[in-house]
């Protein structure tokens, strides 16, 4: 079956230790995103990419990493730069300007200890 | 001022009802607009695109307001179902990226 999927769905980390979501998809689309979800909030876009090997900085880029090597993943990594890292992160991805839907992985609640 | 802005409700109605939210954009270039529907701790998912004429989806109707810069959903005939948070989304034409409000939090009772 086609899908986005992001793994861990739970993640536990120490404090100023860096973190890397995976995020995978098989619908050969070109856009990908990561937000991130807080308790009661809507979703802040961190980063995307429109097509590999490059990517756009969102609203709240600062203390996160991404990249695009190939077009099937688009991992981010959580750094300790990252001053409240404790939130829940969703990929998501688009096959391009004309495609209505973004379809979203199932999401990974991150825990920073 | 936030680009895209919702009443964050929660709206609290009975099964039945008729509701209505509007979401604000603040960029005039804005071309695409979508309502998506979340669960609670769950990803959101696409309820419907929102189309320059309107639309509407069985109990849901989407509306555009280009000149005020809005977007509303009205539900029909509530159903418990309903009870979920709705992602008002917008995305200039030139630009991938989606732009998510808070959303607005829908509660309905029996």
């Known amino acids: 079956d086609g899908g986005i999927t992001q793994s861990p769905k739970y993640l536990f980390r120490k404090e100023g230790q860096n973190v890397t979501l995976s995020c995978e998809q098989n619908?050969?689309?070109?856009?990908m995103y990561w937000y991130r979800q807080d308790p009661g909030q809507g979703l802040r876009l961190i980063y995307y990419s429109q097509i590999v090997n490059d990517f756009q900085k969102g609203d709240i880029a600062e203390g996160y990493s991404v990249s695009r090597e190939k077009k099937e993943s688009f991992p981010l990594t959580v750094t300790s730069a990252q001053k409240n890292p404790t939130a829940f992160y969703l990929c998501a991805s688009n096959g391009g300007l004309m495609e209505t839907e973004a379809f979203f992985g199932q999401g990974t609640r991150l825990t920073v200890v | 001022r936030k680009e895209v802005e919702q009443d964050p409700g929660p709206f609290n109605v009975p099964e039945g009802a008729t509701v209505a939210f509007n979401c604000t954009y603040s960029?005039?270039?804005?071309?695409?607009f979508f309502w998506y529907r979340q669960d609670c701790r769950k990803e959101p998912k696409l309820l419907m695109s929102v189309y320059s004429s309107g639309n509407e989806d069985g109990r849901f109707t989407a509306q555009l307001n280009r000149a005020s810069q809005y977007i509303s959903l009205l539900i029909r005939d509530s159903k418990l179902s309903d009870s979920a948070t709705y992602l008002c989304?917008?995305?200039?034409?030139?630009?991938?990226?989606?732009?998510f409000g808070s959303g607005t939090r829908l509660l309905v009772r029996p």
């Open positions: 989304v917008v995305r200039m034409d030139s630009s991938y990226k989606l732009i």
């Open positions: 960029n005039s270039a804005s071309q695409s």
């Open positions: 619908l050969n689309h070109d856009a």
